[in-house]
């Protein structure tokens, strides 16, 4: 999963909603990671730099040179220097749900008002705050994070957790992490993450194309097709969760019901991998254990993709114009951005 945007907001910008703690954390730890960060071309002239990496690295600058060039994003000190964290994540995001519910809990925080997640650059700290929540009764789930935008603020590095991935995941990150600059809508994380997944699947379309990798680009295709019908099954499923919890039974009633739709995901899922000739690409999703947080987060990222795939092609595919659009839809109140997603209104404004 994504790659979500974790915000770096100082001391200075402290929210009551959001305890000292948790902002420290987020300061060393954004500190220590832009620390570790060496230029691109520094790396590339030093003669003690491991050649597979000098190899990567020399694909991350035409990756971020054609982000620029060709997508119209941001060219700036962004994702310019490397860092090596040594470890396989830069954040863990922590999600969590009612009992009964799969709308996920949200927490506010100053400057990009309430999300959907906590984030945390250390796992035992992040793991320590779901103990808390479990003891609301509160479902609960821990993602690992490849990278994360600081919308700008700083000039974010390209990282060993999503470098060591191959070039199909470099260039979706960078193209993503890039779109978070360009438009941000405040405490709306679904339009923010679905309008960057929208900028990397057309990036990607373009990279390919322009490299002359038709055979990667089938693969990507592939792999996204198979994300699609993924998301298409658990979003089924939550709408059977969410039918069951509105229908407010007895709890022991709504438990065992909760845990026979649990069950029938599962198996439909089987179904799925087989259509896929056995592609057990998300059985580790699966093996983790289900619960209302973790379906509530694969939601986030994804549920308005075919909203901006229509207004980007409504745009005729020209990338500063679709850029625009977004932007006056950010600045929109939230109920008015909703309906022009779920409507017709996606056009021009006047």
């Known amino acids: 999963m994504s790659k979500g945007v974790f915000i770096l907001v100082l001391g200075l910008l402290l929210s009551g909603c959001t305890s000292v703690g948790y902002y420290g954390q987020a300061v060393s730890g954004h500190m220590k990671v832009m620390r570790a960060a060496r230029p691109i071309p520094e790396l590339l002239q030093d003669p003690s730099t491991d050649p597979n990496l000098k190899e990567k690295l020399g694909n991350v600058t035409a990756i971020r040179e054609f982000a620029s060039r ?3 994003l941001p060219d700036n000190g962004s994702y310019r220097a490397y860092a090596d964290l040594g470890r396989p994540f830069v954040v863990w995001d922590v999600f969590a749900a009612p009992e009964f519910s799969v709308e996920p809990e949200k927490w506010c ?15 035992a700290e992040a793991e320590r705050f779901v103990g808390e929540l479990k003891k609301s009764g509160l479902d609960t789930h821990v993602g690992g994070v490849t990278a994360y935008s600081t919308l700008g603020y700083f000039d974010d590095p390209v990282l060993n957790t999503f470098l060591r991935q191959g070039e199909t995941e470099t260039a979706r990150i960078i ?3 890039l779109a978070h600059q360009l438009s941000f809508a405040k405490g ?3 339009f923010n993450e679905s309008f960057a997944a929208t900028v990397e699947n057309e990036g990607l379309r373009r990279w390919f194309a322009r490299s002359a990798k038709p055979q990667q680009h089938r693969d990507f295709m592939a792999q996204q097709q198979r994300r699609s019908q993924f998301v298409r099954l ?4 939550r709408a059977k969760l969410r039918a069951l919890y509105a229908a407010q039974q007895a709890p022991d009633d709504m438990r065992r019901a909760k845990a026979e739709i649990m069950a029938e995901m599962k198996l439909a899922y089987t179904d799925l991998k ?3 000739g056995g592609d057990g690409g998300y059985d580790q999703w699966f093996e983790r254990g289900l619960n209302n947080a973790k379906i509530a987060s694969l939601s986030l990222y994804t549920q308005w993709v075919p909203a901006f795939e229509a ?3 409504q745009q005729g595919r020209d990338l500063p114009r679709f850029y625009r659009r977004v932007q006056q839809l950010a600045r929109l109140p939230k109920e008015e951005r909703l309906s022009a997603l779920t409507g017709n209104k996606l056009g021009d404004a006047e």
């Open 70 to 72: 060709e997508l119209a």
């Open 109 to 123: 925080m100053a400057i990009v008002g309430c999300v959907s997640y906590r984030g945390y650059f250390d796992r």
């Open 175 to 177: 193209f993503h992490e």
């Open 188 to 190: 709306d994380t679904v």
């Open 234 to 237: 658990v979003e089924t499923y």
């Open 274 to 276: 087989a259509s896929w």
């Open 311 to 313: 207004l980007l092609e």
